[in-house]
Nanobody, 115 residues
Framework: QVQLVESGGGLVQPGGSLRVSCVAS????????MAWHRQAPGSQREWVAS???????NYANSVSGRFTISRDNAKNTVYLQMNNLKPEDTAVYYC?????????WGPGTQVTVSS
């Protein structure tokens, strides 16, 4: 089983930067694809970015060029560096992974972009 805990959210002004982190427990972390999703108030949860075990990345069009996902396998941690933040990036950000048994989600961290 995998447990995920996000951190690093907060309030930032438009155009600012923020990095959120997700620490994973479980022996399968290093083999797992890790992903970030977000959910804004009144909206469905949407996929933001993902990174595979070898470091290959994919991004939603809405964040491509502004967000960077990375992982540090020695620390069992995946990061989401968010630059040039916009008010529409305001959401709860969730870390996610899955294996043959289940999908796993963290409790989320709030990111608010506002002046």
């Amino acid at each position: 089983q995998v447990q995920l805990v996000e951190s690093g959210g907060g309030l930032v002004q438009p155009g600012g930067s923020l990095r959120v982190s997700c620490v994973a427990s479980g022996s399968t972390y290093r083999r797992n694809v890790m992903a970030w999703h977000r959910q804004a108030p009144g909206s469905q949860r949407e996929w933001v970015a993902s990174i595979d075990a070898s470091g290959g990345t994919n991004y939603a069009n809405s964040v491509s060029g502004r967000f960077t996902i990375s992982r540090d396998n020695a620390k069992n941690t995946v990061y989401l560096q968010m630059n040039n933040l916009k008010p529409e990036d305001t959401a709860v950000y969730y870390c996610n992974t899955w294996d043959s048994v289940a999908a796993y989600w963290g409790p989320g961290t709030q990111v608010t972009v506002s002046s």
